[in-house]
C-alpha cells in the first residue's frame, strides 16, 4: 500500500501508555510506511512525574504494535518547547530511523508549535491528532495509584492491562519523588 509520507516521527513520554496515544500512533500507522516513535524522558525513572523506565515503557508499546512501530529513546536535555529540542530530535530520528521524518505527528498542543521552526523542520508536515479522549498520563497514574482497576481499563490497550499489578507497584514506589529533570 502506497502511503503519504515515507517516515513519521512521535515523541512522547508514554508516562503511561493511554487510549490518545494509540490514537496518535494508530494515525501515523495509517498514512507512514514506517512510523518511528521517541519516548522521551527517557533517562528518568522512579519519579513521581516519571516513574516508568524507558523499558517498560517500550515494553507497552511492543505489546501494542509489535514490529509495526520502531522505538527507541530519547533523553530530556533540559530546554524546554523550542527550536533546539525541535533540532535534537530531529538529530534522534535521523540516528535511529535512518533518515529524517517527513512528517511529525501529535496531539495539538500549544508548546509543540516551535519545534519545528528551524532550516530542517520547515520541511517536514505535521498532522495534530484532536483530543477525543478525556484522558491523560497523571490521570492513569492516580488510577494505577488508587488501585482503579476497572476504570484505568476503560483507557488502556487489552495487550498491556494484565501489566496492571506490576505498572502500580512502580507508580506506588515512585510516589514522593518529585525530584525531576524532565521538562
Not at 533540532?87 to 521524518?101: H, R, S, T, W
Not at 498532522?127 to 482503579?148: D, H, N, W
Amino acid at each position: 500500500m502506497n502511503k503519504p509520507y515515507s517516515l513519521g516521527v512521535i515523541v512522547g513520554r508514554f508516562q503511561l501508555f493511554h487510549a490518545g496515544h494509540r490514537m496518535m500512533i494508530d494515525t501515523a500507522l495509517s498514512v507512514c510506511e514506517r512510523v518511528g516513535v521517541l519516548v522521551g524522558s527517557a533517562n528518568e525513572s522512579g519519579t513521581n512525574k516519571n516513574p516508568f523506565s524507558y523499558e517498560t515503557r517500550r515494553d507497552m508499546l511492543r505489546l501494542v504494535y509489535g514490529d509495526r512501530i520502531e522505538i527507541a529513546p530519547l533523553d530530556d536535555i533540559g530546554v524546554g518547547n523550542c527550536a533546539a529540542w525541535g533540532e535534537y530530535v530531529l538529530d534522534n530520528a535521523e540516528k535511529y530511523f535512518g533518515a529524517l521524518p517527513d512528517v511529525a505527528v501529535s496531539g495539538k498542543e500549544a508548546r509543540r508549535v516551535s519545534w519545528l521552526e528551524g532550516e530542517r523542520g520547515e520541511k517536514i508536515a505535521e498532522i495534530y491528532v484532536p483530543k477525543t479522549v478525556e484522558i491523560s498520563a497523571s490521570r492513569m497514574r492516580e488510577l494505577l495509584a488508587r488501585g482503579e482497576r476497572e476504570e484505568w481499563e476503560k483507557y488502556t490497550d487489552p495487550a498491556i492491562r494484565d501489566m496492571f499489578d506490576a505498572l502500580r507497584a512502580e507508580v506506588v514506589s515512585s510516589e514522593g519523588n518529585l525530584e525531576t529533570g524532565s521538562i
